[in-house]
């Protein structure tokens, strides 16, 4: 068995009481955070988390939003203003079903030629998409719980799967928490690439976009162009004693 350098990886920092570094898979060329708005709930923070750790390490990342067919307008609606979000940060979203063929081949031609990790939350459907895409696999798959309104686990560990001769993909746990690794308060800022923009016209460089004066982060959260569903999440990261040094 031959053991190949890291070129790049995404880990994560258990959000339980182990506290435990997991790396979730190496040597990729990109990451598809799979989530849905409901059976799983998905909270803002949690893709937030995610992006972080992926541009951290610099590994593309594309959002699926999976059971699109399990929607109402008002749902869809808050799709579309969070793809809105990403996309003016260059992050592709898409919005899929996968029992729609164009879903599929739209997933397939992303993942051609690379070898990609499915990441996300319980039960927002990982393993099913990854069966489409490649039915041989026959992966085992359960639906969310009715009691909990969350997703069982089903995959365990992490595997690769081939889906053909250029094309792998990587099945990984689903995953309630991501806490970051490595990472210091005054540095999260930078990870995000709109406060990171706008941080070059603070007044302060030490500046950390709370209450100091002068603050562009802040000046543009009150315009709207920065995201107040991101710069909460940034908030809540900066006071998170338990993932930030």
Do not use: W
């Amino acid at each position: 068995m031959k053991i190949f350098p890291r070129k790049n990886y995404i880990i994560r920092k258990s959000v339980n009481l182990s506290k435990e570094t997991h790396i979730l898979a190496s040597n990729l060329d990109q990451a598809i955070l799979v989530i849905t708005l409901k059976r799983p709930t998905i909270y803002y923070e949690f893709i937030d988390r995610f992006l972080i750790t992926s541009n951290a390490y610099q590994i593309p990342t594309t959002i699926v939003f999976s059971k699109s067919d399990t929607y109402l307008k008002e749902e869809l609606d808050e799709i579309e203003l969070l793809r809105k979000i990403y996309f003016n940060l260059n992050i592709n979203c898409h919005l899929i079903t996968c029992h729609k063929k164009k879903d599929i081949l739209k997933i397939l031609d992303l993942i051609k030629n690379k070898t990609t990790l499915f990441s996300g939350n319980s039960g927002v459907g990982k393993s099913t998409l990854i069966n489409y895409l490649n039915p041989k696999l026959n992966l085992k798959t359960q639906s969310v719980s009715k009691s909990t309104n969350k997703g069982q686990h089903t995959t365990t560990f992490a595997q690769m799967y081939d889906i053909d001769k250029n094309t792998r993909v990587i099945d990984s746990p689903g995953i309630k928490g991501f806490g970051l690794v490595d990472m210091k308060k005054n540095e999260i800022y930078r990870y995000f690439p709109e406060l990171l923009e706008a941080s070059k016209k603070c007044r302060f460089k030490n500046c950390i976009h709370i209450d100091e004066p002068g603050c562009e982060v802040k000046k543009r959260l009150l315009t709207g162009e920065i995201s107040s569903h991101r710069y909460e999440s940034y908030i809540n990261l900066i006071h998170d004693k338990k993932t930030i040094r």
